[in-house]
């Protein structure tokens, strides 16, 4: 990658990592300080590394498994407008938070 190039990684925002989610839990913590990691070694090179963490998103998958709570996650569509917005940002390390009927807001570990 060169200079001007960016790394958006896809977290997720949760409230804890409950019972049967830990893995996946614990896996989306370290991607976040991934995150963090890399968009200090990479920032000397110009490549800037952020982190796009969605709410619940109304894919296939979920809108078969979670029928009932589809009307209130993120679209997908929602949350690709968001990676390509950051991928225009003059920032890096940062984190931004999607969550439907929410303001996206900068944040960490939610």
């Given at each position: 990658m060169?200079?001007?190039s960016?790394?958006?990684?896809?977290?997720?925002?949760?409230?804890?990592?409950?019972?049967?989610?830990?893995?996946?839990?614990?896996s989306?913590?370290?991607?976040?300080?991934?995150t963090?990691?890399?968009?200090?070694?990479?920032?000397?090179?110009?490549i800037?590394?952020?982190?796009?963490?969605?709410?619940?998103?109304?894919?296939?998958?979920?809108?078969?498994?979670?029928p009932?709570?589809?009307k209130?996650?993120?679209?997908?569509?929602?949350?690709?407008?968001?990676?390509?917005?950051?991928?225009?940002?003059?920032?890096?390390?940062?984190?931004?938070?999607?969550?439907?009927?929410?303001?996206?807001?900068?944040?960490?570990?939610?």
């Amino acid at each position: 990658m060169g200079k001007g190039s960016a790394i958006v990684n896809i977290s997720g925002t949760f409230e804890n990592g409950a019972k049967g989610w830990v893995p996946y839990f614990a896996s989306k913590r370290a991607l976040e300080d991934l995150t963090v990691g890399l968009a200090q070694e990479l920032e000397e090179k110009g490549i800037r590394v952020s982190c796009v963490s969605p709410s619940d998103t109304a894919t296939e998958s979920y809108i078969k498994y979670f029928p009932e709570d589809a009307k209130d996650a993120n679209s997908p569509e929602d949350v690709a407008k968001l990676v390509a917005d950051v991928c225009e940002k003059d920032e890096t390390g940062k984190f931004w938070v999607i969550k439907k009927g929410s303001p996206v807001e900068a944040g960490y570990h939610k």
